[in-house]
Structure formats: structure tokens, C-alpha cells
């Protein structure tokens, strides 16, 4: 017996596990717990809910400008997929002091370091799910027949490097404060600051230092003109996230040496991309810029169709058939010898802001910028980088009308009265459906009289409500039976001294009554 018992094997020690493992398989597990979280599901419907309304109902912008639609979704990914995220992640990581059960922790194989990492990694799975969405949604744009430029692949990887940024947040407040409603707190401070940042009365030099920034140029632009510094951000903001995944596990009681080399590495490329974001735009911006305002030919490609030219960006050709199909419209309805008459639709494009708070532009300063944007091509029609809604239709519809009636280059914003506001307003809004709505829409909100051209332009110009409530009535009959009158009469119509009185006699409308002297518009054209 004694020699039996000698024989036995000694008993070992318990092996220690595997940490590494264990923090995967929690990861995995949390990981799938987080996609499930009622956070996570609400924010990924607010996401693409109101993209799938807009294809099912048919009022998604079937025109889209590819280099603006890239990076317009990131506030919302912030506020609604990095939310969820956010509030997803602290919850799940103070799991264990919501429910009491901390000391239990203690008896597991995994260090409280190593479970952070695992919170840490699980935020992964939604962070690819967020980047398969914003990828498939520009892909989808990508494939329409009017989709002009082409996206930045860095504008489109922020949409999950924030998700990825403030679920790494989550998981940091969770380690250093106990309390759930820090998180919340947190998104409502994130979303203030990037929105009053994008404000223009406001100083933006720091909305670059956010995780995303609100930089809205006046227009869509060509993707050789545009400046956001996408690639430097993208890089700042990776920098944010090692640091405050670092800090995370700092917090949780990690310390070693990589930790501090990682995070000497994370803190400098933070500082250096972040400094790089303020870097002047490259020379060949400005010269593309430059280009653009003052040659814009040598930037575009052109077609003839008939008698009429069409010229476009580079990116933007696809759109001239729509450009087309409103300016026959147009031509339709007015007499063969006045539609035969060549036209040239050149695309423009402005990087200054026309329309900023406080700015006053004197009637003199219009007419001075009026004449020298004609000076680039005198008697080309206007069109702009938004196409797709009524009222960039409305607008290069009443252009090309202007044009027809009068002779003449688009004037300095100023109000086209009498019997050519009635008629160069009907030409516009019966040259196709998408005109006419434009033109109600507009009419619905406008005070004073109904604008036509973008705003952004120093040429353009506006129909007073009287003659246009004419033309409103004239949209009401056949557009048949209003053409073959109006040819009947065109030359008394587009006689600069006929007087809006006199139109409604020939065309058989009703005309408002004048208002008070006081009320009146000043008519110069």
C-alpha cells in the first residue's frame, strides 16, 4: 500500500487559461449582443429608413452629385449609428455594475484589462456593417444614369470610422464613470459642437478638429475644385480612436510597454494629420478653381442636339439629355423662326458664398458681377450643379425663356414685368411636369414675386405675383390652345413696352389689379 501510494502521480497546479481566447469569445458574444441592442437597431433604421422612403416613393434625386453625396450622410451617421454605438458599447461594458454582479468578475479567467478588450473588439462587427451600408448606398447612386463625379474613398470610410470612434468612447466612460448617463450627454455635446461649427457666422477653424465637419460649399463642385482635406481627416480620426482605445485599457489597469509605444505612435499621427487639415489648398485646386470661373471650357465637354449646345463638366455629361428635355419644352411652345435660333447651355459652377448672413450686395455691385460673369460667354443660358428637383428645372427652363422672348443675356436679379413676365413664367412652367411643380412649389413660399435662377449666380431674375398670377391661370388650360395664341401674338407679347394689362387681354386671363404705390414692384425689365 505505501508502495502504491508512492507511485501516484503528484498532483499538478492548475493551468492558467488562455487569455487571449477568452477575450475573442467575448468579444464574438458581445459583439452580437451589440448588433441586437435597441440602440444599434433604432439608429441603423433612422439611417437608411429615410433613403428607402425616398426610392420607394420616387423622390430620391435621381441626379445625385456623387463627390457631395459622400461624405452629406456623415452628421447623421454620428448622431444616429455612432450614437447607437456610443450607448450600446457603455452599456454593455457596465453590465456588470448596472446588474451588482462586479465581485463575481473577479473569480473569472479573464483580467479586467483583457475584458475591456474584448468590449473594445466588439464594436467591429457593426462598424463592417455600417461600412457595407454607406458602400452599397454608393454604389446604388453610383449605377443611375444621371449620377454625375465620383465619390472619395475616404469621405465614405468615416461613416464607420465614427462609429468605430464612439463606440471605443463608450467603452472608455464606462471604465471611468460608473453611470449610464454620461454617454448620452456625450453624443448631444458631440452633435452641438459639430453643428454650430458648420454654422457660417460662426469660426470654423476648429470643425476640422471634430470627427466630422460640416463644410458645405455653396454648390456641388466638380471633384478637381473640391478641398475638404478627407485623407488628413480620415487619418486624425484614426489617430482618436487608437487613443481612446488606449485609454480604455489604461483605465482598466493595463500597463506595459507597447501601451506606451502605441500611444506615443497615436498621439503623434493625431497631431500631425490634425496639423495637416489646416494646410493651404494644393496649387492645383486654386488653378482648377480659377479655371472653372474664368475659362470654364477648358473643363468641359460639349454636344450639340439640334441647334442647341450643351456643355458640362467632366463627371457632369450624363445630365445634358434632362437639360435638353426642359429647354424643348421651352422651345416647343414658342413660334419656329424664335426656336430656331442657336442657344449655347453652359454649366457653371460658384465656390464663393453669395448668400452668407449680413452680406448686402448693392444694386450696382449685381449689375457690376452680372456683367462681368457675361463677359466669360456672352449669351450663354446658365445651369448649375443640382439637377433633379423642380426648382433647378423651373430655373434653366425660365432662363432659356427669358432668352427667347427677350434677346437678351439673363439681367442682374432684377424683376421682369408686364407682358413678358406672363409669358417668359408660362414658357417655364409648361416646358415639362417637373417645371410646372417647381414653379408651384416656388410660387407657394416666394413673397413679392417668383425667382428664377440659382441664387448662388449673380444672373438670374423674378416674375412679380401679379403677372404671375396670369401665368398661373394660363397653366390651368391646354398648353395646346395658350401656344397657338401666344404665336398669334408674339410680337406684341414680347414687345418690352406691352404691359401686363394688355397681355391678359390677348391670352384671355384674368390680371390682378394693381397694388398700392407702396407696394408695388420696381420694374426695370
Same mark, same amino acid.
Given at each position: 500500500?505505501?508502495?502504491?501510494?508512492?507511485?501516484?502521480? %503528484?498532483?499538478? !497546479?492548475?493551468?492558467?487559461?488562455?487569455?487571449?481566447?477568452?477575450?475573442?469569445?467575448?468579444?464574438?458574444?458581445? +459583439?452580437?449582443?451589440?448588433?441586437?441592442?435597441?440602440?444599434?437597431?433604432? +439608429?441603423?433604421?433612422?439611417?437608411?429608413?429615410?433613403?428607402?422612403? $425616398?426610392?420607394?416613393?420616387?423622390?430620391?434625386?435621381?441626379?445625385?452629385?456623387?463627390?457631395?453625396?459622400?461624405?452629406? /450622410?456623415?452628421?447623421?451617421? *454620428?448622431?444616429?449609428?455612432?450614437?447607437?454605438?456610443?450607448?450600446?458599447?457603455?452599456?454593455?461594458?457596465?453590465?456588470?455594475d448596472r446588474h451588482a454582479t462586479t465581485g463575481l468578475y473577479d473569480t473569472l479567467v479573464l483580467p479586467p484589462a483583457w475584458r475591456t478588450g474584448a468590449f473594445l473588439l466588439a464594436v467591429l462587427p457593426f462598424t463592417v456593417l455600417v461600412a457595407v451600408?454607406?458602400?452599397?448606398?454608393?454604389?446604388?447612386?453610383?449605377?443611375?444614369?444621371?449620377?454625375?463625379?465620383?465619390?472619395? &474613398?475616404?469621405?465614405?470610410?468615416?461613416?464607420?470610422?465614427?462609429?468605430?470612434?464612439?463606440?471605443?468612447?463608450?467603452?472608455?466612460? %464606462?471604465?471611468?464613470?460608473?453611470?449610464?448617463?454620461? !454617454?448620452?450627454?456625450?453624443?448631444?455635446?458631440? !452633435?452641438?459642437?459639430?453643428?454650430?461649427?458648420?454654422?457660417?457666422?460662426?469660426?470654423?477653424?476648429?470643425?476640422?478638429?471634430?470627427?466630422?465637419?460640416?463644410?458645405?460649399?455653396?454648390?456641388?463642385?466638380?471633384?478637381?475644385?473640391?478641398?475638404?482635406?478627407?485623407?488628413?481627416?480620415?487619418?486624425?480620426?484614426?489617430?482618436?480612436?487608437?487613443?481612446?482605445?488606449?485609454?480604455? *485599457?489604461?483605465?482598466?489597469?493595463?500597463?506595459? $510597454?507597447?501601451?506606451?509605444?502605441?500611444?506615443?505612435?497615436?498621439?503623434?499621427?493625431?497631431?500631425?494629420?490634425?496639423?495637416?487639415?489646416?494646410?493651404?489648398?494644393?496649387?492645383?485646386?486654386?488653378?482648377?478653381?480659377?479655371?472653372?470661373?474664368?475659362?470654364?471650357?477648358?473643363?468641359?465637354?460639349?454636344?450639340?442636339?439640334g441647334s442647341v449646345t450643351y456643355c458640362a463638366f467632366g463627371g457632369f455629361e450624363p445630365w445634358t439629355g434632362g437639360w435638353d428635355a426642359v429647354v424643348r419644352g421651352v422651345l416647343r411652345a414658342v413660334p419656329a423662326e424664335a426656336a430656331g435660333q442657336?442657344?449655347?447651355?453652359?454649366?457653371?459652377?460658384?465656390?464663393?458664398?453669395?448668400?452668407?448672413?449680413?452680406?448686402?450686395?448693392?444694386?450696382?455691385?449685381?449689375?457690376?458681377?452680372?456683367?462681368?460673369?457675361?463677359?466669360?460667354?456672352?449669351?450663354?443660358?446658365?445651369?448649375?450643379?443640382?439637377?433633379?428637383?423642380?426648382?433647378?428645372?423651373?430655373?434653366?427652363?425660365?432662363?432659356?425663356?427669358?432668352?427667347?422672348?427677350?434677346?437678351?443675356?439673363?439681367?442682374?436679379?432684377? &424683376?421682369?414685368?408686364?407682358?413678358? +413676365?406672363?409669358?417668359?413664367?408660362?414658357?417655364?412652367?409648361? !416646358?415639362?411636369?417637373?417645371?410646372?411643380?417647381?414653379?408651384?412649389?416656388?410660387?407657394?413660399?416666394?413673397?413679392?414675386?417668383?425667382?428664377?435662377?440659382?441664387?448662388?449666380?449673380?444672373?438670374?431674375?423674378?416674375?412679380?405675383? $401679379?403677372?404671375?398670377?396670369?401665368?398661373?391661370?394660363?397653366?390651368?388650360?391646354? &398648353?395646346?390652345?395658350? %401656344?397657338?395664341?401666344?404665336?398669334?401674338?408674339?410680337?406684341?407679347? /414680347?414687345?418690352?413696352? /406691352?404691359?401686363?394689362?394688355?397681355?391678359?387681354?390677348?391670352?384671355?386671363?384674368?390680371?390682378?389689379?394693381?397694388?398700392?404705390?407702396?407696394?408695388? /414692384?420696381?420694374?426695370?425689365?
Amino acid at each position: 500500500m505505501t508502495a502504491a501510494l508512492a507511485e501516484r502521480p %503528484a498532483p499538478t !497546479a492548475p493551468r492558467p487559461g488562455d487569455p487571449r481566447r477568452a477575450m475573442l469569445a467575448l468579444a464574438r458574444t458581445e +459583439g452580437v449582443r451589440l448588433l441586437r441592442h435597441p440602440a444599434v437597431i433604432a +439608429g441603423l433604421l433612422l439611417f437608411t429608413g429615410p433613403e428607402i422612403y $425616398r426610392w420607394l416613393t420616387g423622390r430620391a434625386n435621381r441626379f445625385p452629385v456623387l463627390s457631395d453625396e459622400d461624405w452629406s /450622410t456623415q452628421f447623421l451617421a *454620428l448622431l444616429v449609428l455612432g450614437g447607437g454605438a456610443l450607448i450600446a458599447a457603455n452599456l454593455a461594458a457596465l453590465r456588470a455594475d448596472r446588474h451588482a454582479t462586479t465581485g463575481l468578475y473577479d473569480t473569472l479567467v479573464l483580467p479586467p484589462a483583457w475584458r475591456t478588450g474584448a468590449f473594445l473588439l466588439a464594436v467591429l462587427p457593426f462598424t463592417v456593417l455600417v461600412a457595407v451600408l454607406t458602400a452599397t448606398r454608393i454604389a446604388l447612386l453610383a449605377a443611375l444614369p444621371g449620377s454625375a463625379g465620383r465619390p472619395d &474613398p475616404a469621405e465614405l470610410a468615416l461613416h464607420p470610422a465614427v462609429v468605430l470612434l464612439f463606440g471605443a468612447a463608450g467603452v472608455l466612460l %464606462a471604465g471611468l464613470v460608473r453611470t449610464v448617463i454620461v !454617454a448620452p450627454l456625450l453624443l448631444l455635446a458631440a !452633435a452641438v459642437a459639430v453643428y454650430a461649427a458648420g454654422l457660417s457666422s460662426l469660426p470654423g477653424h476648429v470643425r476640422w478638429l471634430l470627427p466630422v465637419a460640416l463644410e458645405q460649399p455653396p454648390m456641388p463642385v466638380p471633384v478637381a475644385l473640391t478641398s475638404r482635406p478627407s485623407g488628413r481627416h480620415l487619418a486624425y480620426v484614426a489617430g482618436l480612436i487608437a487613443l481612446v482605445a488606449l485609454a480604455a *485599457l489604461v483605465a482598466a489597469g493595463a500597463r506595459n $510597454r507597447r501601451l506606451v509605444m502605441a500611444g506615443a505612435a497615436a498621439l503623434s499621427v493625431t497631431a500631425g494629420a490634425g496639423a495637416a487639415q489646416y494646410l493651404p489648398v494644393s496649387d492645383a485646386v486654386r488653378d482648377a478653381r480659377a479655371t472653372a470661373a474664368e475659362r470654364p471650357a477648358e473643363m468641359q465637354d460639349c454636344r450639340s442636339i439640334g441647334s442647341v449646345t450643351y456643355c458640362a463638366f467632366g463627371g457632369f455629361e450624363p445630365w445634358t439629355g434632362g437639360w435638353d428635355a426642359v429647354v424643348r419644352g421651352v422651345l416647343r411652345a414658342v413660334p419656329a423662326e424664335a426656336a430656331g435660333q442657336p442657344f449655347v447651355i453652359r454649366q457653371r459652377v460658384s465656390t464663393d458664398d453669395r448668400m452668407l448672413d449680413g452680406r448686402v450686395v448693392t444694386a450696382e455691385e449685381q449689375a457690376a458681377a452680372a456683367a462681368e460673369w457675361q463677359r466669360i460667354e456672352p449669351g450663354a443660358v446658365t445651369v448649375g450643379t443640382r439637377w433633379g428637383d423642380g426648382r433647378s428645372e423651373m430655373s434653366l427652363a425660365g432662363l432659356v425663356a427669358y432668352q427667347v422672348v427677350t434677346h437678351e443675356s439673363a439681367p442682374a436679379h432684377i &424683376p421682369v414685368c408686364g407682358a413678358r +413676365g406672363v409669358l417668359v413664367a408660362w414658357l417655364a412652367g409648361q !416646358a415639362t411636369p417637373a417645371t410646372a411643380a417647381g414653379l408651384r412649389a416656388v410660387d407657394a413660399t416666394s413673397w413679392g414675386g417668383v425667382p428664377f435662377g440659382d441664387m448662388q449666380f449673380p444672373v438670374g431674375f423674378s416674375v412679380p405675383d $401679379r403677372e404671375m398670377a396670369a401665368a398661373s391661370a394660363l397653366l390651368r388650360r391646354p &398648353p395646346g390652345d395658350v %401656344a397657338t395664341t401666344v404665336a398669334r401674338s408674339w410680337a406684341e407679347l /414680347t414687345a418690352a413696352g /406691352t404691359s401686363a394689362d394688355r397681355a391678359g387681354e390677348l391670352l384671355g386671363v384674368p390680371v390682378p389689379p394693381l397694388p398700392p404705390v407702396e407696394e408695388r /414692384t420696381r420694374c426695370d425689365g
